[in-house]
């Protein structure tokens, strides 16, 4: 079995689905799995990789200015999607590939690979980081015959969640639907754990990292509302967003310690220096009520290994809350209340007892996402097709 996963968002470039697609190819040997990404023209797309794992290409399709507006060349990536099913064509001919495996959250190279993989007549699957026709952000009117396409030549759907998995069925009368998690390479060293905080502390240091956009915006605005008078707590943002759009989003950048991105392989060092992990998830706004409810945090990995307790304020209703609520992980918020923002993380704060609870939690929780385990199951998967 070889496997050619196609998939827009790939490590250098900065993203969740990009952390997703490269954590699940290190379980991969260069002879079981290849990957092929989008770049940007001149791109330097070098990242230090392991050897023996997982062999990357990429396709040059993006134009942007300064780094940013993608959507002001939309047409420049139409003119590129024959030439790059072209591609996915050769690479299935030379690499001998079995099984080809199309990645959502975008639909340009999701289509081209389910395009190019059954005109070569080999098994296709798709791979859904999130919902597509059903988030309202999402304006092409193309759109649902896209998804339609890729539903119906999917031998498999693969998605992020059970709760991901359950909300497909029941809509679309489907058995094809598999959950496909996120996935972490090694479990962290125990000497590298700085641990939980001491008792009776004055002050407490909040970490988020990620994306901040309308996924969680209106979340992480009102925790940051509800602790900046509080001397008790400051919060620390670790994103690859620039200070001036999370202005530009709502976020009082005066009332957190900016720190910009931090790459993948630094974010565990980085949680070590503080005292709660935070997790913010949006309850409304630029996306639909189903993205709302399916979106499941990248960040909720790292987290869950950081030997941290876990405080996150998310919708009722959400899936995210259901996994939370399962598996007693993090402590929970789903009120829109500053207040009781506050009573949550004193819960925290206050009880030693409960942190190591949380902190045992997340470590039991973490194994669901052991990559050996999940991409075995994935292989399981695909061989019986």
């Known amino acids: 079995m070889k496997i050619l996963l ?10 969740g689905s990009s952390i997703i697609v490269e954590n699940l190819a290190n379980n ?7 990957v092929l990404g989008s770049r940007q023209w001149m791109q330097n797309t070098y990242v230090n990789r392991p050897k023996g794992i997982t ?35 050769q690479l299935i001919s030379k690499e001998k590939i079995t099984h080809v495996i199309g990645v959502y959250p975008n639909p340009f190279y999701c289509h081209a690979a389910c395009i190019a993989a059954r005109e070569m007549n080999i098994p296709f699957s798709s791979y859904f980081h999130n919902t597509y026709i059903e988030n309202i952000a ?8 896209i998804q339609e396409e890729i539903f119906r030549n999917s031998t498999h759907v693969f998605v992020m ?21 996120h996935t972490f390479d090694e479990f962290p060293d125990e000497s590298t754990l700085t641990g939980i905080p001491k008792e009776n502390k004055t002050h407490y240091k909040l970490v988020a990292i990620g994306n901040f956009n ?7 605005r009102r925790l940051i509302e509800a602790i900046k008078d509080n001397p008790k707590y400051s919060l620390s943002l670790y994103t690859h967003v620039p200070k001036v759009l999370l202005r530009n989003r709502g976020i009082d950048v005066e009332a957190i310690d900016y720190q910009g991105f931090v790459s993948p392989d630094e974010v565990h060092q980085k949680l070590q220096d503080y005292d709660i992990c935070v997790l913010t998830h949006g309850f409304s706004g630029g996306y639909g009520a189903v993205e709302y409810k399916t979106i499941f945090p ?26 939370i609520l399962e598996n007693k992980c993090a402590a929970l918020v789903d009120k829109k209340d500053t207040n009781a923002i506050i009573e949550g993380l004193e819960k925290i704060a206050n009880n030693t007892a409960y942190q190591m609870e949380l902190v045992q939690a997340s ?12 991409v075995q199951k994935l292989k399981d998967t695909l061989r019986n097709t």
């Open 298 to 323: 990248t960040r909720t990995i790292p987290f869950l290994l950081a030997g941290k307790p876990i405080f996150a304020h998310s919708p009722k209703g959400s899936f995210l809350n259901d996994f």
């Open 28 to 34: 991969f040997s260069d002879t079981e799995m290849i």
């Open 214 to 220: 309308e996924s969680n915006l209106d979340a992480t």
């Open 138 to 145: 999402i304006t092409d009117p193309q759109a649902p015959a």
């Open 55 to 89: 062999k990357f290409k990429y396709f040059f399709s993006e134009l942007y200015f300064f780094g940013r507006g993608y959507r002001y060349f939309i047409w420049f990536r139409k003119w590129r999607f024959q030439p790059l099913i072209k591609k996915i064509k």
């Open 363 to 374: 470590k039991q929780t973490a194994e669901l996402f052991y990559g050996k385990k999940v």
């Open 6 to 15: 196609v998939s827009w968002s790939t490590l250098p470039n900065k993203g």
């Open 161 to 181: 969640s059970k709760g991901m998995q359950h909300f497909y069925e029941e809509k679309y009368n489907l058995k094809k639907f598999v959950p496909l998690v």
